[in-house]
């Protein structure tokens, strides 16, 4: 069973930036697609980045299209997510997730292994 711990999430003034950091056990974590999503309460799970196995093929939501930054680092079996010029409306429970057979446009509902979360609040 592959294990997800997501790291970085905080409080941060808007216009402040956060880094996250995923660390995954997956065996073969260099040749699954990885994601962030996130969630507000009330809310469906959304979709915030996702990325190919190599590397080399990235999606991003609009709302956060210019302004976050997702990476990895396949020899460390890591995910990162750069989150710069943060909004009030960025703030929600941050999820790292893999998707074993999806692609960057797969749904969230393809993702097999889902990490805890953690926590970003932005102020105003």
């Known amino acids: 069973q592959a294990q997800l711990v997501e790291s970085g999430g905080g409080l941060v003034q808007a216009g402040g930036s956060l880094r996250l950091s995923c660390a995954a056990s997956?065996?073969?974590?260099?040749?699954?697609?990885k994601g962030w999503f996130r969630q507000t309460p009330g809310k469906e799970r959304e979709v915030v980045a996702t990325?190919?196995?190599?590397?080399?093929?990235?999606h991003y939501a609009d709302y956060v299209k210019g302004r976050f930054t997702i990476s990895r680092d396949n020899a460390k079996n890591t995910v990162s997510l750069q989150m710069n010029s943060l909004k009030p409306e960025d703030t929600a429970v941050y999820y790292c997730?893999?998707?074993?057979?999806?692609?960057?446009?797969?749904?969230?509902?393809?993702?097999?292994?889902w990490g805890q979360g953690t926590q970003v609040t932005v102020s105003s």
């Open positions: 997730a893999t998707s074993v057979h999806g692609n960057i446009w797969s749904a969230k509902e393809d993702y097999d292994y």
């Open positions: 997956e065996r073969s974590f260099s040749s699954y697609v």
């Open positions: 990325i190919s196995w190599s590397g080399g093929s990235i």
